[in-house]
Every structure is written in C-alpha cells, then in structure tokens.
C-alpha cells in the first residue's frame, strides 16, 4: 500500500515534444506529490510539487496534473529540451510521516534533438 | 544556494568491514534523512531523523545501521559488517521542517562492498 507506480520507465521524445509520466499510488494517507529530476551522478533534486487540494499546477514548462479519486497524477514537460534528458521520479509523502518520501520507480527521459 | 554535502563520494570496502558515511546537512534545517538508491532502482528510505533521535525508519534500516548527529553539523550513517548487498548510492538529505517543506538531497556517496 505504499507503493507509487510509475510509467514509462524509458521515454524518448523529440525536442520540442510533451513528455508525459504517469503514478498511481493507493495510500490514501499521502498528501504531498513531489517530482524529482535526478542527473546521473547527482542526488534528487525537487521539480514541482502539488498537494491533493487542486488538480494542477504549472511551473514553467512543467505541469502535474493530479487525480484524486482515481489516485493518479503526471507530469507534462512541455516543449522538451535536450536538457531535460534525466530520470524523474514521482514521490509522495504524508503529513504524519516526517516527510518520509516514497518514491516511484523513475523513468529515464531522453530528448533527442 | 544551500546544499547537502556528502563525504566520501565513492568507498569501495570489504566485506564485513564498517562503513561510515558523512554528512553535512544545510544548516538551518532541523530534518535529516538518510536514503539509498541500488544501481538503476528507485530512490528508497532507510530513515529519517529529528530532535537528536530517530524518528522513523524503514525494513531495510536493520541493526546493521545506525546513525548519529555527533556535534551540530555532521550527520553520518555507519553500516556495520557490511554484504554485498549494501552496494548503493546513499544519499543525505535534509529539511528546515516537516510537511510540503523542499527535501534537498546530497549528491550521494556510492558504497561498493566486495
């Protein structure tokens, strides 16, 4: 139940494309939906977050749009650059839990030019 | 900007040997974590630490682990009679508080246990 799937695990777009990754999670007690983009060689780093009382929230080129009765939520990288190729990682949190961060499997993003 | 730094960047160590890694969390910041990553897997929690004790931990964080805040700034995990199984990436992290508060992560220490 702690579980936060994430698909794709590999995702390949052409700049200037929409990335789309998609999590699910089923416990109902997570309340906080972090993004984090990791480089490699490098720790997590926070993108954008969203709580479950609204639907989306836009950063920039980024967008989480969250589902709360389907306990679902993507990210949407719009106009993907070359140098959003990373792996990201959906997360969720609860606010009882000390921020202990379930994180979903990544999905490695290559943007080609 | 802040950040989380991590010392060694990569030890490589025997099995059976202790490991200690370190860490110097951002230094307002009152939450400190320890994860761990296995090569190409997702990010997961060993434990978090709050007010001088551990706060929550998880299945993996076993009696082979420990952790100390030893003076005001460093934070280190200590791995006892490590396997190969505690290959990974282990990062540091940190928080100023609990809740919606930006989690920033060190950049890793990779552990190879041979």
């Known amino acids: 139940q702690q579980q936060v799937k994430q698909s794709p695990q590999s995702l390949i777009v052409q700049k200037g494309g929409i990335s789309i990754i998609n999590c699910a999670y089923e416990n109902t007690a997570f309340d906080y939906f972090p993004w984090y983009q990791q480089f490699p060689g490098k720790g997590p780093a926070l993108l954008i977050a969203i709580r479950p009382d609204v639907s989306e929230k836009k950063e920039g080129r980024f967008t989480i749009s969250f589902n709360k009765s389907a306990k679902q939520f993507s990210l949407h990288i719009m106009d993907s650059q070359p140098g959003d190729s990373a792996t990201y990682f959906c997360a969720a949190s609860d606010s009882g839990g000390y921020q202990k961060v379930t994180f979903g499997t990544g999905t490695k993003l290559q943007v080609i030019p | 900007e802040p950040e989380v730094t991590q010392t060694p960047s990569h030890q490589v160590t025997q099995m059976g040997q202790e490991v200690i890694l370190r860490c110097v969390p951002i230094?307002?910041?009152?939450?400190f974590y320890w994860y761990r990553q296995i090569l190409g897997q997702k990010v997961e929690f060993l434990v978090s630490?709050?007010?001088?004790?551990?706060?929550?931990k998880s299945e993996i964080f076993d009696d082979q682990f420990s952790v100390e805040r030893p003076d005001g700034s460093n934070f280190t995990l200590k791995i006892r009679s490590t396997k190969l199984e505690d290959s990974a990436m282990y990062f540091c992290a940190s928080t100023r508080g609990s809740y919606g508060n930006t989690i920033y992560f060190g950049e890793g220490s990779w552990l190879t246990v041979v």
């Open positions: 230094s307002n910041h009152l939450y």
């Open positions: 630490f709050y007010n001088n004790e551990i706060s929550e």
